[in-house]
């Protein structure tokens, strides 16, 4: 059972716990990769890594009910300096969550240690060009951001599909706050994202944001005048986006 309520565009969706939010955000990814494919060879999704996403991810993984190998993965945001085996590495994250036990037809890694940003920016936007993104399934970071688009460098308007960015002090501590890193400076202080515009750009955009430590951010996202100050306002101007959340990150609305 859950709330329902329009926030400009945004549709909000409210549940008990973060289980069955996860549940019920990944049956909608479902029901619309279902749907696509009746009508299109491919679907291509853009995926973030983060403990937030473990339920949706879980359950996605349990589905039986999707031809995987007409599905093209992408993900939105890496560390720049990490070890390519750390287990901290988004990519490995989901390599492990999803990646590795789906049969995608292909999966397209951010590679943190390219050895010149600038071409690794290119290569990723040439292939995001080459496979338009139809879905991308996100979470709302306790600054606010959308990947790694901080409010010091979201641009609503950027001219780039991916960038290199410098990561902001409640970026880098929200990384500690989710037991990913031992302390605040074992966290990389430079990473590749995708932009905002390269986020909002695919027609269907699932937002899962769960926990009491988001609350402030989903009020934010709500409430707040559609600024970079606040990067997660913009989902409010998307045509099809769903913001599924529990009733702990849902406390402030």
Known sequence: MFNFRKSNNLDVRIFENRQLMGNAAAAAVIEKIQELLATKEQVNIIFAAAPSQDEMLAFLCASEHID???????HMDEYIGLEADAPQGFGNFLKKRLFSRLPFNSVHYLN???????DECERYTSLLKDYPADIVCMGIGENGHIAFNDPPVADFGDKSLVKVVELD???????VNDGCFASLEDVPRIALTLTIPALVAPMYVYCIVPGPAKAEAVYNT??????EKYPSTILRRHPH???FLDELSASLI
């Open 68 to 74: 995987w190998s007409r599905v093209n993965a992408f």
């Open 112 to 118: 943190g240690q390219a050895e010149r940003k600038e």
């Open 169 to 175: 002090a409640v970026c880098r501590q929200q990384q």
């Open 222 to 227: 709500l409430h707040q005048q559609l600024t």
């Open 241 to 243: 986006c769903v913001l």
